[in-house]
């Protein structure tokens, strides 16, 4: 009878420490999960701080690249803006020179006109003068040679003679002609090199333009590119936002998952730890009890 007391004593105090057992492996595997649990929190905070930081430069690199794009889209477009007026202050300038150039083209024959017809009426004026005088002066030496017919002339009376004024008319008759001719001649330098100087500013004109034409195809091409490269650089910084965004949100979620890990990490593995030791010293005491003796005792 007393065997069977003790059999079945010794299989309830079997139950009781393996279930006492079973508690201290469920302790030491809370802790194991626990360390665990808070090794990979730490690794992901400081990972999720690593990432943070990268793409918090990535941020700002991306930031400063939208801006100097937008400033150099807006520099060009400024600058293609004063090309295309300049362009069309020297096509109005064009217009102005070409439309004086031939005002004053107009007005210079219109004198050369003028001037040729004064100096051929004081051609004409001049050679009737000199076929009269000329021929005066040739009857006048005519009967200078001869004896002259008739009686003398009465007193108060004079031989006929040549006007001497006569040669001072066809002086400055000739000398108008000469100032004339003069300044037809300067009118022609004038008025030659007045479209020499119109030709040129046409010429260097027109250069500028095709320059400022050129720059404009130039600086729409990098307009364009610049463009391009800002529609890149603002998709660029919404992706890094966007990840910025995951990374904080992630945060939040490990600070939910961790935190009171962390917090309480000590104090929940010291207890867990005299909990343990707890139960090993009472499995102990189970495992070396004289299960006879106790019972004859009793």
Avoid: W
Wanted: include cysteine; aromatic fraction near 6%.
């Amino acid at each position: 009878m007393l065997h069977v007391l003790v059999h079945a004593q010794m299989d309830a105090f079997a139950n009781l420490k393996k279930t006492i057992q079973t508690m201290a492996d469920r302790l030491l595997k809370e802790k194991e999960d626990e360390i665990k649990h808070k090794d990979f929190c730490v690794e992901q905070f400081n990972e999720n701080s690593r990432d943070t930081e990268v793409k918090m430069q990535e941020k700002g690199d991306t930031e400063a690249k939208v801006a100097d794009l937008k400033a150099s889209v807006d520099a060009l477009n400024k600058s293609i803006e004063e090309l295309k007026n300049q362009m069309a202050d020297l096509t109005n300038q064009l217009k102005i020179a070409g439309e004086d150039r031939e005002k004053a083209n107009k007005d210079f024959q219109v004198i050369m006109a003028d001037q040729r017809a004064t100096e051929k009426i004081l051609n004409a004026a001049l050679n009737i003068l000199k076929g009269f005088y000329e021929k005066k002066a040739k009857a006048a030496a005519l009967l200078q040679s001869q004896q002259p017919a008739g009686p003398p002339p009465p007193p108060g009376f004079e031989a006929y003679k040549k006007n001497a004024a006569a040669g001072g008319v066809m002086g400055m008759i000739q000398q108008i002609i000469n100032d004339a001719k003069a300044m037809e001649a300067e009118t022609i330098r004038s008025e030659e090199d007045a479209q020499k100087a119109y030709e040129d500013f046409v010429k260097d004109t027109n250069g500028s333009i095709e320059a400022k034409s050129k720059d404009i195809v130039n600086k729409s091409e990098s307009k364009a590119k610049a463009e391009t490269d800002l529609v890149e650089a603002k998709e660029d910084k919404e992706a890094v936002m966007l990840e910025l965004e995951q990374l904080a949100n992630y945060k939040a979620e490990l600070h939910s998952s961790c935190d009171f890990v962390m917090k309480n990490f000590e104090i929940r593995q010291t207890a867990r730890d005299e909990e343990i030791e707890a139960l090993k010293q009472a499995k102990a005491i189970l495992s070396g009890a004289k299960f006879e003796a106790f019972l004859q005792d009793a």
